[in-house]
């Protein structure tokens, strides 16, 4: 072998598996980023012209945002009583503990537990059901249905959809943490003696309004994302019944991923 000759692996050797394998999940990911970035810009386009379907919206925000209160109210209230339970061992041991109770919990629900638990329940229960209506749309033809009578897909399908996500994950936070919070001020009288004053005193105190903050738009961010993975995947659905179902599992595969990725980095720039 000369030496100007490249160095590569033969074909069929680990190695090359490796690198093809490599290769086409690494194409297979700019392929969904950026087809989500295509669909984005086109949702974009039409919300700046106020093309969206009004009742469409409505009859979306209530299947996803009322029908996801009790699941969000039975998760929030174990959640706080959690984070609670779990500091319990703690409080016990350092003295004059307890009046930072309500900052502990309050500190890890608004800024992480609260927003990152809600956007998992949502992603499954609103996203997933999302993708499954837009994939039985595509492969049953309603979709080019909607083009041949002059509707605009987008507009009709999409945006209220994607709206609706959005909206329903930021109210379902706020609802979610005020609920967590309550359940860990009386889950803390009943396991460790201190009074729902005395955990809203250090939860009012020790906090700030940027904890908040921190919380909702991660609430948003995340919304966005489950937003777009779930009309992306619903869209680009093949394969008929079997197909649907492979949409819904690659939108929760995603839109998970997605949801830590984002959380890291709001994380990391917000401190």
């Known amino acids: ?23 086409a999940s690494t194409m297979g990911i700019l392929e969904v980023v950026g087809g989500m970035a295509l669909l ?37 209230l ?13 409080i016990k041991r350092i003295s004059g503990a307890e009046s930072l109770l309500g900052w502990g919990a309050g500190f890890g629900v608004l800024r992480e537990i609260g927003p990152l638990l809600t956007a998992l329940m949502i992603s499954g229960r609103v996203g997933a059901n999302n993708t499954a209506e837009l994939g039985t749309m595509v492969v049953t033809d309603q979709i080019d249905a909607l083009r041949a009578l002059a509707i605009d897909p987008i507009s009709f399908l999409i945006v209220p959809r994607f709206l ?19 359940g860990a001020a009386y889950t803390g009288q009943g396991f460790l003696n201190v009074t729902p004053r005395t ?33 992306h ?26 949801i830590f990725v984002v959380d890291f980095l709001v994380s990391f720039v917000m401190g």
């Open 78 to 90: 174990f959640t706080g009583a959690i984070v609670v339970i779990q500091a319990a061992p703690l």
């Open 199 to 231: 955990f809203y005193d250090g939860l009012t105190t020790l906090l700030h309004f940027s904890d908040v903050a921190n919380g909702l738009i991660k609430a948003v961010v995340f919304g966005l994302m489950i937003a777009l993975s779930s009309c």
């Open 40 to 76: 984005l810009v086109r949702i974009l386009s039409r919300l700046v012209r106020l093309q969206l379907d009004l009742p469409e919206f409505k009859r979306n925000l209530y299947k996803m945002a009322v029908k996801s209160l009790p699941i969000v109210f039975v998760v929030a």
């Open 164 to 182: 609706g996500i959005i909206i329903t994950l930021f109210a379902m936070v706020i609802y979610a943490d005020a609920l967590a919070l309550v």
């Open 233 to 258: 995947f619903g869209l680009a659905t093949t394969g008929g019944a079997p197909g649907v179902g492979r949409a819904v599992n690659a939108m929760v595969v995603a839109a998970a991923a997605s």
């Open 1 to 23: 072998m000369s030496a100007a000759q490249p160095l590569e692996a033969p074909r069929g050797s680990i190695v090359y598996n490796m690198l093809a394998s490599l290769g």
